[in-house]
Structure formats: C-alpha cells, structure tokens
T-cell receptor, first 114, second 114 residues
Framework: AQSVTQPDIHITVSEGASLELRCNYSYGATPYLFWYVQSPGQGLQLLLKYFSGDTLVQGIKGFEAEFKRSQSSFNLRKPSVHWSDAAEYFCAVGGNSGYSTLTFGKGTMLLVSP | GAGVSQSPSNKVTEKGKDVELRCDPISGHTALYWYRQSLGQGLEFLIYFQGNSAPDKSGLPSDRFSAERTGGSVSTLTIQRTQQEDSAVYLC????????????FGPGTRLLVL
C-alpha cells in the first residue's frame, strides 16, 4: 500500500530564511509526487509535481522539490520565505498504473515569524 | 476557466439528519474524486468516478455514505443519519482523465454535525 510521511507537524521559519519541508513516501513502483498548499479556509492548490524526467522540479511561488529515489523522499524547498507562505503543506503520492487515487501525508503547518 | 466549485461552503446539521454535498468539476474533466479532511488528519480518499465506469468506492467509511455523478459531470455526496464523527471538510477534486493527471481541488464543504 502506498503511504506518505511528513515528519514535521509544525515548522516555524523567520521571514527571509530558507525552508525545507520533508516528505517520505512508500510506493511499489515509480511514483507520481505532488506538493499542495492549503491556506486557512481554502482548498488545496498545486505547488508542483513530479511525474518523470528531471528530479529537481520547479513550482509556483518560488518553490522547488527534489525527487530522491534512493531515499524515497520528495522534499520541498524555498530559498527565502515570505509571510504569505504561512499555510499548511501536503505531500501526496500516486501511481502511474492508472489507479489515480492520491495518498496524502498529514500535512506540515508552516508558521512565518517576523 | 472556472475551477472546481462546491456547495454549500458550510453546513451545520443535527445528528441523525441526512446531508447532500455538491461538486461541480472543471468542464471537460472526466475524473472526479471526493476526499474528507478531519481536524489533525490528512486527506482521506472516499470515492472516485471516471467517466461512465463503475466508481471506486473503496474509501467510503460506512454504508451511510454514498455518491453519484450525473451525466458525467456534477456529483453529489450523501451522508445519511449523520454522526458527530462525520464533522469534517469534504473536498472534491477533478482531473482530465483516469491516468495520473493533476487533481484540481474545490474549496470544500465544512460540515458540522451537532
């Protein structure tokens, strides 16, 4: 069965500092990987996705993520955090076999301090 | 174009009552998904529709939950005899096709069962 672990429930980062959110997955074949962001009271917005090819993926709002197969990880990074980045971030894994259900991690809440 | 829309945005009901939640997917998207997001939990898959195929109901937590999709477009999630543990945000998503395409999420319906 596929699963996603986001080991950090909360992270606090100073504005302007760099950010890395961790995501580890379990999947029996080549995974499709996603990062979504959810602002309070909002739905989920796709930040970036990895299907194949270059393992460093660029997304919106200055975010990037790197797929590391050997570590089963897909960590999200941003070089300089803005106060508007405060939100909850979800990593998700899906398969390329035609079974399209995504499995989500429990999320990491990002707090940005002045 | 318009995104995924859901109605109502908020629903308060009494224990034991039935509720219907509606989802309008993005035009042209043949795949539609329902998820439940409970406090402190990640997103829990409920049900998946693809075109005219039989839906994947493997995530429905009990037989009080059902969903239908009319005309391959609008979907309704029905919860019968609601319980307090049904209180959650119910999210709908759609994607272009059965293959692992990006899922686009609606804003959700926040359900509170008193």
């Amino acid at each position: 069965a596929q699963s996603v672990t986001q080991p950090d429930i909360h992270i606090t980062v100073s504005e302007g500092a760099s950010l890395e959110l961790r995501c580890n997955y379990s999947y029996g074949a080549t995974p499709y990987l996603f990062w979504y962001v959810q602002s309070p009271g909002q739905g989920l917005q796709l930040l970036l996705k990895y299907f194949s090819g270059d393992t460093l993926v660029q997304g919106i709002k200055g975010f990037e993520a790197e797929f590391k197969r050997s570590q089963s990880s897909f960590n999200l990074r941003k070089p300089s955090v803005h106060w508007s980045d405060a939100a909850e971030y979800f990593c998700a894994v899906g398969g390329n076999s035609g079974y399209s259900t995504l499995t989500f991690g429990k999320g990491t809440m990002l707090l940005v301090s002045p | 174009g318009a995104g995924v829309s859901q109605s109502p945005s908020n629903k308060v009901t009494e224990k034991g009552k039935d509720v219907e939640l509606r989802c309008d997917p993005i035009s042209g998207h043949t795949a539609l998904y329902w998820y439940r997001q409970s406090l402190g939990q990640g997103l829990e898959f409920l049900i998946y529709f693809q075109g005219n195929s039989a839906p994947d109901k493997s995530g429905l937590p009990s037989d009080r939950f059902s969903a239908e999709r009319t005309g391959g477009s609008v979907s309704t999630l029905t919860i019968q005899r609601t319980q307090q543990e049904d209180s959650a945000v119910y999210l709908c998503a759609s994607s272009l096709s059965r293959q692992q395409e990006t899922q686009y999420f609606g804003p959700g319906t926040r359900l509170l069962v008193l």
